[in-house]
């Protein structure tokens, strides 16, 4: 979603702008701008569509400005075209500002100032705080820290601002109220930004701002406020990324190096998460899984209930798999943006888990602030215990939950999941684990047994892309043409998996895809079935493969298409079914979703790149999706 970039410093501020935007796109938007300050005056440049669009304007003026800030839009009021492109200005044309989030209370302020006389140029809801900050400031002797810091009380809602003055060409004004900000801390020159993927070329010294803080950023340094005008001290840390970790690396798509980065992942998560000292035979007296979690979150757990949205909510139904049937836990998953206006009765002992890949989710974190209100000052047994589960440790999630589990996936640029999702199951697979070897409910020798499964998941993962990538990309070139819809089945631990291969498709390829746990299609869904619709079925050896068959025999009487997920030692039996047969290597049935979602993620991947279509950077979707 939108992405906001800022700097101050030495160097001419557009290229730092521009190329901090351009790592910022992986987020989605649909136009963009920058505003800078020379001469007393702001020069704003906007251009619709892409990036290239407003760097081709930008290239055709001369402009040395060391101060701006810029600005990728995700549309959310009014309609994705240049006017309503931040920065938005006042009318003097004496203040620039770029915002993330939402100003719930726009209506109200916008009609109050029209009445006062203020001409509105655009119909976002940013426009109105420049507006009011210019009348702070107008006949007064306030500082632009001090304008700004009285106009936001105004302003409702979660949103993130960079401001900036014509009349202050020294100083950048940047405030957080529930959507991140991050500052970046140079020789002599400062950023700020929405995500920190835009920093890492120019610093590793970040400070996130927390709600309710502000920031004055001068070329000589930066100095911290609470939104009550306290100076706060705070210190910035050195984060450990490597900017190489955001780039291509020789791939097409980011997405297929995401793919293609799934052994590693698992590896690092292996080896952050297994204590290597545990061997079932020696009657351990200690966890074989070391995530950090507190006897206070973990013990005598009635309940845990999952709040997650879109990927993260199916890697959280196979969570809710393995914390049932390893840990003997009821487990509940809900979609947080329902969970939010729903909230389910209150049950004693609950572990809530928040899951999300850019840790920035608006309904997630709200459903989590929303679990943590609700509790609060009741009895001990009914207080909120929160565990979040992501790969960006430094997002707005470690802020809301007690406890992070950092999925260790990195940072993921393709919008659809793919590393981030192998890698949350990966993390319940851990907190299982966990949890049933303090509870007791599965014996040494099983939980063994299971971590020598996931030891083996790096390996066969190279083996499903060694295999299967030129197959699946022949395969794929039969559904580029007339294919409008395509059905995924599955059942048990697997139905999961074909929600996440019906979204993966749909949301890359924009071909319309359906999930069905397979015993519902009679149910429904086998009255769209003909010889246009393929059906993919996920057949893994184990409780429910003999059904699935069945049911895939139902489809394929309806004259569909069938193509199989199976393992490879099921592959001669399952050429009889399936039209055609992807292959995973055969592993026990409770570690086949990690394998079994690959060649899914492989051939929506090859379908939309056959295609020609945005890959990474789908139509109409963000990676970080912070509003509501
Ligand atoms: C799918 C996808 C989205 C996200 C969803 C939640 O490929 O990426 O469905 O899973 O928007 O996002 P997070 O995990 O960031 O909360």
């Not at 000589?220 to 910035?236: N, Q, T």
């Not at 793919?418 to 949890?435: E, H, I, P, R, S």
């Not at 070139?477 to 993966?504: M, S, V, W, Y």
């Not at 099921?570 to 079914?577: F, G, K, S, Y």
Request: glycine content about 8%.
């Amino acid at each position: 979603m939108c992405g906001i970039v800022g700097y101050i410093g030495t160097q001419t501020a557009t290229e730092i702008l521009i190329s901090g935007l351009e790592r910022l796109e992986y987020r989605g938007y649909d136009s963009a701008g920058v505003a800078t300050v020379s001469e007393g005056k702001i020069q704003c440049v906007k251009a619709k569509g892409k990036l290239y669009n407003l760097r081709e304007k930008l290239e055709r003026e001369v402009n040395h400005s060391q101060i701006g800030i810029g600005h990728t839009r995700w549309a959310t009021h009014g309609k994705p075209e240049e006017h309503n492109a931040h920065p938005h200005l006042d009318t003097l044309e004496g203040i620039a500002v770029v915002q993330n989030g939402i100003i719930e209370n726009y209506r109200e302020l916008r009609e109050e100032l029209i009445q006062q006389g203020t001409e509105f140029t655009s119909e976002t809801d940013t426009e109105v705080i420049p507006h009011l900050i210019a009348q702070c400031l107008h006949g007064s002797d306030l500082s632009l820290l001090d304008a700004v810091r009285q106009t936001i009380p105004r302003l409702k809602g979660a949103f993130a601002i960079a401001v900036i003055s014509a009349e202050r060409p020294y100083e950048l004004i940047v405030a957080r109220q529930q959507a991140p900000i991050i500052l970046g801390f140079g020789q002599g020159e400062f950023f700020c930004a929405s995500d920190i993927t835009a920093l890492l070329p120019h610093t590793r010294a970040v400070l996130s701002l927390d709600n309710g803080e502000m920031a004055r950023m001068t070329p000589l340094g930066v100095e911290i406020y609470s939104f009550a005008g306290d100076r706060l001290s705070k210190f910035p840390r050195t984060l450990d990324w490597n900017p190489v970790q955001v780039e291509k690396q020789g791939f097409r798509h980011y997405m297929l190096k995401e793919i293609y980065e799934q052994p590693a992942v698992v590896r690092t998560c292996l080896e952050s998460y297994l204590n290597p000292n545990w061997h079932a035979d020696e009657q351990p007296d200690f966890s074989p899984v070391n995530l950090g979690l507190t006897a206070h979150l973990c013990d005598n757990l009635e309940h845990i209930q999952i709040l997650a949205c879109g990927t993260s909510w199916h890697a959280s139904l196979v969570g809710k798999y393995l914390l049932e049937q390893l840990a003997n836990i009821p487990t509940t998953v809900d979609y947080a943006s329902e969970f939010r206006y729903s909230p389910k009765p209150l049950i004693p002992n609950t572990l809530t888990i928040g899951v999300t890949q850019s840790g920035e989710t608006a309904d997630t974190i709200a459903a989590l602030e929303a679990e943590r209100a609700r509790r609060e000052n009741l009895e001990p047994k009914l207080q909120a215990k929160l565990l979040g589960i992501t790969n960006r440790p430094e997002s707005t999630l470690a802020q809301v939950v007690d406890r992070l589990i950092n999925t260790q996936a990195g940072i993921e640029i393709g919008v659809a999941a793919t590393k981030t999702f192998v890698a949350q199951v990966m993390g319940f697979y851990f907190l299982a684990l966990d949890l049933a070897y303090r509870r007791q409910t599965l014996s040494n020798q099983r939980i063994g047994e299971i971590i020598e499964g996931l030891r083996g998941i790096p390996p066969q993962i190279e083996k499903i892309i060694e295999t299967q990538a030129d197959y699946i990309e022949e395969l794929a070139h039969d559904f580029t043409q007339e294919t409008e819809d395509f059905i995924f089945i599955g059942r048990g631990i697997n139905f999961p998996i074909a929600l996440e291969g019906a979204l993966k498709l749909k949301e890359i390829s924009y071909i319309h895809a359906e999930a069905y746990p397979a015993g519902e299609m009679k149910h429904g869904p086998i009255a769209l079935l003909d010889h246009k619709v393929p059906v993919v079925a996920i057949a893994m050896p184990g409780s429910v493969y003999e059904k699935v068959i069945s049911n895939a025999q139902e489809a394929k009487a309806r004259d569909a298409r069938l193509i199989g997920v199976t393992s490879a030692m099921n592959a001669q039996e399952a050429a009889h079914t399936f039209n055609d047969v992807l292959t995973v290597p055969g592993v026990e049935e409770l570690i086949s979703p990690i394998l079994a979602v690959v060649p899914l993620q492989m051939l929506a991947y090859h379908i939309a790149a056959i295609k020609g279509l945005d890959v990474d950077q789908p139509r109409n979707l963000a990676k970080s999706v912070t509003v509501e």
